[in-house]
């Protein structure tokens, strides 16, 4: 059987997990409602304040981990939300909000303005930190990979030191810059 799927997840109080005769599973807590289709062949059963998933075969092995993984990133969300925090290195380099929009100054010529997507906060505490919040775990995930994406770290050692973005807590091993032979 699926470790993960075999996994009972303990219901919060105030959240509500609904299927729908649609096959869509929807949660609904303090901070919002997310929706997420279950496939075919897995069933969810829901007593005591208590879910667990159970699958009709063997063939539907990873889908049965994957599908209790996601209802119970959708409660962790409609709960306590989701952060990714960036770090942004270099000389010069900042961030700031303008309105909802994020503008990134990351050494080219303009800056580069991001919108988020939508039910993603961003939050600039610093000139040099962004935090991207939201209840939807693939949507912060997402959103952060592609502000990183806009300077991603150098990973050759320079004499200024690293420049880029990276998560909090990410370490960038650098390499040695190739040396021209004589």
Known sequence: MSRIGRMVIDLPNGVDVKVGDDRVISVKGPKGTLTQEMPIGIEMVKED????FTRQNDGLKPIHG??????N???????????????????GFRANKDGKKLVLNVGYSHPVVMV??????????????????GIDKQKVGEFAANVRKVR???VYKTERG?????YEGEVVRSKAGKTGAK
Do not use: A, C, W
């Not at 304040?49 to 667990?52: E, P, Q, R, S």
């Not at 994957?66 to 209802?71: A, G, N, Q």
């Open 66 to 71: 994957m599908v209790r993984s996601l209802v």
């Open 162 to 166: 690293n420049k880029g973005i990276i």
């Open 73 to 91: 990133n959708m409660i962790l969300g409609v709960t306590e939300g989701f952060s990714k925090t960036l770090i942004i290195q270099g000389v």
């Open 116 to 133: 988020p997507y939508e039910g993603i906060d961003i939050e600039v505490p610093e000139p040099t930190k962004v935090i991207i919040k």
């Open 49 to 52: 304040g208590k879910l667990h």
């Open 152 to 154: 991603e770290p150098i």
